[in-house]
């Protein structure tokens, strides 16, 4: 198994452009989320998804969008990127909710917006 | 509105000494108080997990120690090793909040000096 997969490891983006953060999972998890982590703030959840079909926010949602088409697959979008979308994201996905069951993290996207 | 307070924010301790990392809580409701650990570059992992029902949980050289009616919970790393260096991140979560009811600290940087 490769567990959460995660892509791309490092990207710079302009103010204003666009890009989809890619996640997927092996594990045939039905929850799945985003999470961005700032220095000394901890992880701050985006997004999450409880199954196919089915996504709603987190704390943060606001400048990001997602999708869940499949079971494996949950990608983040920036719609159109800011300065203080820069971060590391983090995708993770657990087999029961996010809070009562270990959550297996991605090994991150580091973003530069300049 | 911060539902845990982690501290210290950095810690260092010498190699074989114990390293006590500290949580506080308000939310009653919460159930489910899990530690992760994070390696530089690495996604968080799941190091140890306790439900209120018990006061204490021993995995190895970690342990959680949690006090119900003060609303705290520690990790203690025994006989510390150069390799426990990380980021540590207390959680909690309640069984009510939904898919997206886990809460982080803001973490905790550990360095073990050899």
């Known amino acids: 198994n490769a567990g959460v997969t995660q892509t791309p490891k490092f990207q710079v983006l302009k103010t204003g452009q666009s890009m989809t953060l890619q996640c997927a999972q092996d594990m045939n998890h039905e929850y799945m989320s985003w999470y961005r982590q700032d220095p000394g703030m901890g992880l701050r959840l985006i997004h999450y998804?409880?199954?196919?079909?089915?996504?709603d926010q987190g704390e943060v949602p606001n400048g990001y969008n997602v999708s869940r088409s499949t079971t494996e697959d949950f990608p983040l979008r920036l719609l159109s990127a800011a300065p203080s979308q820069t971060s590391v994201y983090f995708c993770a996905s657990s087999y029961g909710g996010i809070g009562s069951y270990e959550q297996y993290f991605g090994p991150g996207t580091r973003l530069t917006v300049t | 509105q911060q539902q845990v307070k982690q501290s210290p924010q950095s810690l260092i301790v010498q190699k074989g000494g114990i390293s006590i990392i500290n949580c506080a809580y308000e939310?009653?409701?919460?159930?489910?108080f899990p530690w992760y650990q994070q390696f530089p570059g690495k996604g968080p992992a799941l190091l140890i997990a306790i439900r209120p029902d018990v006061s204490e949980k021993k995995e190895g050289r970690f342990t959680i120690s949690f006090n119900k009616s003060a609303k705290q919970f520690s990790l203690h790393i025994m006989d510390s090793q150069p390799g426990d260096s990380a980021t540590y991140f207390c959680?909690?979560?309640?069984?009510?909040?939904?898919?997206?009811?886990?809460?982080f600290g803001k973490g905790t940087h550990l360095i073990i000096q050899p």
């Open positions: 959680a909690a979560n309640w069984a009510g909040g939904g898919a997206d009811g886990l809460t």
């Open positions: 998804s409880v199954g196919a079909g089915i996504t």
């Open positions: 939310n009653t409701a919460f159930d489910y």
